[in-house]
């Protein structure tokens, strides 16, 4: 298992050929109080950096974009009945979907933990 790291503030942690995606601290920080997601639909396949959903708080509205091309296989209907996850457990509970990756040489080309950092500083 490994996380991996987009430029648009998703992270996605792959477990074989599926890849469990949220929103970062950063992301969340910068969004302040999550009021509202909209979620893919399962079984939709998307191109990396495809709108996968969106994301509105109280200061602002975001996309969720594709970190990988891939087909919905799960979603987290929890994070939609309470979007506060996305603040209060963003790497954890707060999850938006799951994808099974169509390419997964996609992988090798996002950040790691550091490069992010890096790329948040």
Sequence with gaps: M???YTEDHEWLTI???IATV???HHAQDALGDVVFVE???VGQH???KAVAGVVESV???ADV????SGDITEVNEALRADPSLANSDPLGQGWFFKVKLSQPDQVNALLDLSA?????A
């Design 2 to 4: 490994s996380t991996k």
């Design 15 to 17: 477990e074989g050929d």
């Design 22 to 24: 949220g929103i970062t």
């Design 39 to 41: 979620l893919p639909e």
């Design 46 to 48: 998307l191109e990396q």
């Design 59 to 61: 200061k602002a509205a």
């Design 65 to 68: 974009y594709m970190p990988v």
């Design 116 to 120: 992010y950092e890096q790329f948040t």
